[in-house]
């Protein structure tokens, strides 16, 4: 069994601070990692994917991956109460992908 | 670009019926579909692989004679839940990938998702 492990939360964090998810896999063969915010009710939409191990941003968001550890984790900062919802993250091993069973992230005003 | 879409959006029917699911690629062609389901407060767990014109490729534990999965064309793909029951209420949701090359999952685009509630 591929696992994806992920703290279910709920992480609770004030608008315009830095909220940290991590997550956790046991395939050492997993190639590409993946990060996906999904509101209630509504499907997964993507907000970055990370390949190799280090830090890559964009806007708000900072993947961090290491595989020697089996870790990878995602960064938002300035969070607002938009962000509030279920962060999914998953990994590919070169075909479909396994997901994770999602942290639930609330940015309180 | 790379939108897909799902139809439709929510059914509820009543136990031993079939039901039918759409999922369309609206505008690009998706070699490959995907099909996962949903319980509340769990992951997306992928039930099968579909390819244009060839039989799907399901996950172990999928009955694939409960789940029949057809992908006739390049932009539609559809999941038909057979004799269905209370068990198989969940959220269906589609992905479609886009091209063949990169990573499978950086080319892959969701649709929204089927609410399917089963009486």
């Known amino acids: 069994q591929k696992e994806v492990e992920q703290n279910s939360g709920p992480l609770s964090v004030p608008e315009g601070a830095i909220a940290s998810l991590n997550c956790t896999y046991s395939?050492?063969?997993?190639?590409?990692f993946f990060w996906y915010r999904q509101y209630s009710g509504k499907s997964p939409e993507l907000i970055m994917f990370?390949?190799?191990?280090g830090d890559k941003e964009d806007g708000r968001f900072t993947a961090q991956l290491n595989k020697a550890s089996q870790y990878v984790s995602l960064l938002i900062r300035d969070s607002q109460p938009s962000d509030s919802a279920t962060y999914l993250c998953a990994l590919s091993s070169g075909y479909a992908l396994n997901f994770g069973k999602g942290t639930s992230l609330l940015v309180t005003p | 670009g790379a939108v897909v879409s799902q139809h439709p959006s929510r059914v509820i029917c009543k136990s031993g019926t079939s039901v039918k699911i759409e999922c369309r690629s609206l505008d690009f062609q998706a070699t490959t579909m995907f099909w996962y389901r949903q319980f509340p407060k769990q992951s997306l767990m992928l039930m099968a692989t579909?390819?244009?014109?060839?039989?799907?490729?399901?996950e172990q534990g999928v009955e694939k004679d409960k789940f029949l999965i057809n992908h006739a064309s390049l932009t539609l793909s559809t999941l038909t839940v057979t004799s269905a029951h209370p068990e198989d209420s969940s959220f269906y949701i589609c992905?479609?990938?886009?091209?063949?090359?990169?990573?499978?999952?950086?080319?892959?685009?969701f649709g929204p998702g089927t609410r399917l509630t089963v009486l």
């Open positions: 579909s390819n244009e014109g060839s039989k799907a490729t399901y």
């Open positions: 992905s479609a990938r886009a091209v063949m090359t990169g990573d499978w999952g950086e080319n892959q685009y």
């Open positions: 395939d050492r063969g997993s190639q590409s």
């Open positions: 990370i390949y190799s191990n």
